[in-house]
C-alpha cells in the first residue's frame, strides 16, 4: 500500500493528497508532527535527508517533492491524460511544475508561511506579496484564454499550482481582483474526486 507522509497544513502535503485522490488510490497517511519537529528527527531524516514532508513510499519507492510526486503518480497511475510524453506538450507542464516550484512558493506560498508562522521564518513579506501579485496577474491573463493551464484538459500543471494560489487569503493576497483565477479554482474544485484542505 501506498504511504504519504505529511502535515495537514502543509500545501505541498496536500499536493500529493489531492492527486491520490484524483486518481482514487488507496493510500496509508502518515502524518509528520512539523511543530513538533519530527521531520528534523533520525528515524524521518534517514527516509527523507531534505526533512521535508510530503515524501511518497511505494514499495521500494521513496520519493520526496511534490512536484515529483506529481510526476510519479501520474505516470505510474493516471497515463497520458495527466501526463503526456512527447517533447512540447511534456515541456508545457513541466514548465507549470517549475512555476509551482519557482514563483508560486517564492509569492503566495511564502506570504502565506509568513502570515501563519510569523517573522521567524525570516521571509521578506513585501517581496513575497510582490511575488505573488506577479504571478497572479500572469495566472489571470493566461486563464483568460485558457480552461486548464495546458491543453483544455486538467493535468498536474494543475495540481501543482493549484493548492498555494487558493491558499492565496492565508497570505492576506486577495483574490477578488482576480476572477479567471477564481473560475479556474472553482473548476479544480468539480473535479471527480476533490478533496479540500483547510483554507481552501
Ligand atoms: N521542494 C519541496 C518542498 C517541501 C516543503 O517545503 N515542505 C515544507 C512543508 S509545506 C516542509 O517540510 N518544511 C519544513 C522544512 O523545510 O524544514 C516540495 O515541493 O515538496
Redesign the pocket.
Given at each position: 500500500m501506498i504511504k504519504l507522509y505529511g502535515?495537514e497544513?502543509?500545501?505541498?502535503?496536500y499536493?500529493a493528497r489531492l492527486m491520490l485522490s484524483l486518481l482514487d488510490l488507496d493510500y496509508e497517511w502518515v502524518r509528520v508532527d512539523?511543530m513538533k519537529g519530527e521531520?528534523?528527527s533520525p528515524e524521518y531524516l534517514a527516509i527523507n535527508p531534505?526533512?521535508?514532508?510530503?515524501l511518497l513510499v511505494d514499495g521500494e519507492t521513496q520519493l520526496?517533492?511534490?512536484?515529483?510526486?506529481l510526476v510519479y503518480l501520474a505516470r505510474q497511475y493516471g497515463g497520458e491524460h495527466w501526463l503526456p510524453l512527447e517533447a512540447l506538450p511534456l515541456a508545457q507542464v513541466i514548465r507549470w511544475l517549475s512555476t509551482?516550484?519557482g514563483e508560486v512558493?517564492q509569492g503566495p506560498?511564502n506570504a502565506r508561511l509568513y502570515h501563519l508562522f510569523g517573522a521567524g521564518t525570516n521571509i521578506n513579506i513585501e517581496r513575497a506579496t510582490q511575488k505573488a501579485e506577479f504571478i497572479l496577474t500572469q495566472l489571470e491573463q493566461h486563464l483568460s484564454t485558457h480552461t486548464w493551464l495546458e491543453f483544455e484538459r486538467p493535468t498536474i500543471a494543475d495540481v501543482a499550482v493549484f493548492p498555494y494560489v487558493a491558499l492565496a487569503r492565508d497570505g492576506k493576497i486577495e483574490l477578488s481582483a482576480y476572477p479567471q483565477v477564481l473560475a479556474w479554482i472553482e473548476r479544480v474544485k468539480q473535479l471527480p474526486g476533490y478533496i479540500p484542505m483547510a483554507g481552501i
Open positions: 502535515h497544513v502543509s500545501g505541498n502535503s499536493k512539523l521531520h528534523k531534505f526533512g521535508q514532508v510530503p520526496a517533492d511534490a512536484q515529483a510526486i509551482a516550484a512558493r506560498e
